[in-house]
DNA sequence: ACTTTCCTAACATCAAAATGTGATACCGCT
DNA sequence: AGCGGTATCACATTTTGATGTTAGGAAAGT
């Protein structure tokens, strides 16, 4: 079995410890950086000769730079690292935040230290470990929204959006849908009043924006 | 310990036949409906008193509709219902596709019937369980992109794109830049020479889907 | 010192879009 | 039968956008 070089930064130290005391002990993980904030943990990095580290223990709430805001920081130094949020939020802000900067997993701190370490071998494995709680909120982000109900366009009218959006002049969604040009823009007109705009640019923003 | 009813859709005999030896013979659920395709499931459930359902097992691959596609339908008899996918597909499209029909989670078949288990378990307490290479994938949805394009765009350039984006007309970016409309003119055609495109439309669409 | 890149700007031209007014016709509703 | 909403079309005008050429000045690199 391959060995896991790992790192912690944590500034609480009953839970530093106690991973510390975890993973430390045990002869799959190398244990090779604790810190506990993301300066110091950026310092311990810059250094002639830098740890080789494969997975990353971040917590959020730190003192100083927050670990999501040392996520960019931390990619920079080490573009490989797998990062493993672990932390006491819950909340969708935060976890799309952590996600989007590159962070490929999200543990509770209520997660038992036989949760986090199947995480760490899962993510060292290549794959992914959430929350139960966590991963339901990201697959509800890709949930059916509760239809908006456009009552206020009709169903022509939403068509003629469609051909907008879809990079098509008024002289071709003419020719689509077969009808004059001028009728093309009497409905554009009416849209366009209808949604409050003036101008195709809004509309395709709305449109691409699910608001329509 | 509440109940947990159970429902599954799967053409495969082994497999059903292996889902239902495990969960028919446990207390803790209640196996109550059992399909081999969508059609009938919904079938199923189009009688005077309808089943209660808290999950659903559903695979992709069935006769008639595919499980994704038939999603809508399912949701819309039973709007309640968790829905567990179970497939051996393993490709973005289909995860993505499932998820945004409004399955809850995405296990591989090759998940053990133990982890089915906890899977099915985890979607009663209200989470969301998906197999670690699925949950990966999800992540890297979320993921910083690789920067590409906007290499070729200055820092002017973005400015004057996030504007037009904004919905403002040459005229409102030139008096917001304070620069002169013919300036702004020529940026906007640098910019659809770097990006090769001709028109304010497919600028908003690059920029609103993070390529640029 | 020289080149390149970028931002700035003016002048010009044609295509496309935005806006307005007015009109005909169909459909469903009361 | 009459009303309101929708879809259709025409004509006209003004504004905006797309594309081109040319060019000066500032900053940065060679």
Redesign the pocket.
Known sequence: MEIINLAIVEDDPIVMESLQAYFGNSPQFDLQVCANSVESFCQMLAVADPPTLDILLLDIQLPGMSGISGIPAIRDLLPAINIIMLTTFEDSDKIFAALCAGACSYLTKQTSLVNIKEAVMTVSRGGSYMSPSIARKVVEYFAPKPKKVNTV?????L??VQC?VDG???????AQ??????????????I??ALN???????IRLSLEGEV
Chains 1, 2 share one sequence.
């Open positions: 366009l009709t169903d022509r009218q068509e003629i907008i098509l002049s008024y002289k071709m969604i003419a849908l077969d009808i004059s040009i001028d009728t093309v823009r009497t409905h554009i007109m009416h366009y009043r705009i003036n101008s195709k640019g809004e509309l």
